[in-house]
């Protein structure tokens, strides 16, 4: 396998396709996994816009009460993925990988407040911000 250093460009968000409803249910992929991983599962309301339930954030052990307080994240954020590779894939490709429903390693549920220490950082990263917490 060949190896190389590491693209150091700043990728936009506005390039990507965040949060498709990859399965034409009318909820998109973050709904989707809030659903999924919901301790007290919320209300879908018109356009699959949640409200109530309970959430689990595991990077910082914590429940969240009421869906608006939680977000889907990506375990490897895409900053780190289009450092790693992903700016030579098309906007296709991009967009799978953003809404990735298939693999249960891709998102996970996850308070709001953690976003912002994740940024583009890789999951060891981000563990080491929260004090305690392990991914």
């Not at 190896?3 to 709904?31: F, L, M, P, Q």
């Not at 659903?35 to 209300?43: F, G, I, R, S, Y």
């Not at 699959?48 to 990506?74: I, N």
């Not at 289009?82 to 809404?99: F, I, K, L, M, P």
């Amino acid at each position: 396998m060949p190896i190389r250093a590491e693209n150091t460009s700043t990728y936009s968000r506005s390039a990507i396709k965040h949060w498709t409803d990859v399965d034409k249910d009318g909820c998109d992929a973050c709904a989707e996994v809030l659903l999924a991983e919901a301790v007290v599962t919320p209300e879908p309301g018109a356009h699959c816009k949640l409200s109530g339930g309970q959430g689990y954030s595991a990077y910082d052990d914590t429940l969240v009460d009421g869906s608006s307080g939680m977000d889907a994240d990506h375990r490897v954020p895409f900053g780190e993925v289009w450092q790693s590779g992903s700016h030579e894939w098309g906007a296709a490709e991009r967009q799978v990988y953003v809404n990735d429903l298939e693999d249960p390693r891709s998102l996970i549920a996850s308070h709001r407040q953690v976003e912002p220490i994740q940024g583009q950082e890789g999951p060891g990263q981000v563990a080491a911000a929260i004090s305690g917490q392990r991914l």
